[in-house]
């Protein structure tokens, strides 16, 4: 099993930045890539972005390009979300999720097979 850690949430002004982090423990070997999605308050889980963990390949929303950069630590088995320009529409659940499987639909949270606990992401006007 792995298991998967987020934080870094929290409140912050339109404009503002927030850096989150996903902290991957146990069978980590098992994980070909990472990736993050978000949930807004009645509407339905979304893809943000997603990266795996041997090669460069990167994987982003239309909505956060430009803004969000995923990147990773391999020796600390932890995938980081920078998110820049934060906007109101960005107020959601940032869920951390691992793939055992090569990246055929990064997109698709039913790609995914682990997934951490999510934590609040808040932009104020």
């Known amino acids: 099993q792995v298991q998967l850690v987020e934080s870094g949430g929290g409140l912050v002004q339109a404009g503002g930045s927030l850096r989150l982090s996903c902290a991957a423990s146990g069978r980590t070997f098992s994980v070909y890539g990472m990736g993050w999605f978000r949930q807004a308050p009645g509407k339905e889980r979304e893809f943000v972005a997603a990266?795996?963990?041997?090669?460069?390949?990167?994987y982003y929303a239309d909505s956060v390009k430009g803004r969000f950069t995923i990147s990773r630590d391999n020796a600390k088995n932890t995938v980081y979300l920078q998110m820049n320009s934060l906007k109101p529409e960005d107020t959601a659940v940032y869920y951390c999720?691992?793939?055992?499987?090569?990246?055929?639909?990064?997109?698709?949270?039913?790609?995914?097979?682990?997934w951490g606990q999510g934590t609040q992401v808040t932009v104020s006007l």
């Open positions: 999720a691992g793939t055992r499987l090569p990246f055929l639909a990064p997109r698709n949270a039913g790609a995914y097979d682990y």
């Open positions: 990266i795996s963990w041997n090669n460069p390949n990167t």
